[in-house]
């Protein structure tokens, strides 16, 4: 099985896919996010709705001259790497349909193709045990799951740049969410935690591939 290498572009849209979705995690847990709902809690005086989603407000709304409720500076920074995450997310879909090294769809979602799953079915019978005890094969030995998870962690980052994008044009400052946008929401904040555990997967898997001396980094260093 030959290793997988990566074209010259698929590596500094890594760099800037890292970094930006990194932050934009940071960010979007910590922001206030504006809504009126909030207010009318904040009316009752009373405390029987627990904030139980991150795009509750921590922090009491504060309504400007306009009358509607201020957006924080996080919640405007979270718009915009929001924003441009979505742009790289075009220019990765864009990628996808060339034959650049590393690029192509077939590479990212093996399990579509019979080939793709005979060798994911291989490496799961042979790396397996080796992973109970955190010994990752070299990558020579085939990445058929790595690469799954990476065309895991695109499809998921997809969700969360459209839903964002979709959120941006529809969310209310001035008046309670519709029920498609609170919808949507719902969807933006369940996809994220399973981009969290699909992110600590690759993560650590990098880790540990670099401490058994694998050194994959230098495949994706820009
Ligand atoms: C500190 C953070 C990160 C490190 C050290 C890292 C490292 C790596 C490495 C070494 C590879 C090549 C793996 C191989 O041998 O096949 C890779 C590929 C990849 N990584 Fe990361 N990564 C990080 C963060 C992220 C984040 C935040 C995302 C998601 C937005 C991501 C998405 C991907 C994807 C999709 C690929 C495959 C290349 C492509 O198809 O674009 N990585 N990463």
Redesign the pocket.
């Known amino acids: 099985m030959a ?2 290498t ?1 074209a010259k572009p ?1 590596r500094i ?2 760099s800037l ?6 932050a934009q ?1 940071s960010v979007g847990h910590l922001m206030t996010v504006p809504e009126v709902e909030k207010l009318a809690e904040q009316h009752t005086s009373m405390h029987l709705v627990t904030p139980a989603f991150a795009h509750e407000s921590h922090e009491a709304p504060v309504l400007n001259a306009g009358g509607s409720v201020e957006e924080s500076l996080g919640f405007e920074v979270h718009e915009l790497l929001g924003l441009f ?1 979505a742009g790289l997310m075009v220019i ?1 879909i864009l ?2 349909m060339t034959s650049l090294p ?2 192509n769809w077939r ?2 979602f093996p399990w579509m193709f019979a080939d793709g799953r005979k060798q994911l079915a291989n490496e799961l019978s042979t790396q397996m045990s080796g992973w109970m005890k955190l010994r990752l094969a070299p ?1 020579e030995d085939g ?1 058929a799951v ?2 799954s ?3 895991f ?2 499809i998921a ?1 997809s969700i969360m740049a459209l839903s964002g994008t979709r959120l941006y044009f529809g969310w209310s400052t001035t008046a309670p969410q519709t029920d498609a946008v609170e919808a949507i929401a719902e969807i933006h904040e369940t996809v994220v935690v399973i ?1 969290q555990a ?2 600590a997967l ?2 650590g ?3 540990l ?2 401490m058994q001396g ?1 050194n ?6 820009p």
């Open positions: 290793e997988q990566f698929i849209l890594h896919f890292a970094l930006a979705v990194i995690l995450i990765r990628l996808a590393g690029a590479e990212l990558p990445e790595a690469r998870v990476h065309g962690i695109l980052t981009l699909l992110l690759h993560i898997a990098v880790v591939h670099q694998h994959i980094l230098a495949k994706i260093k």
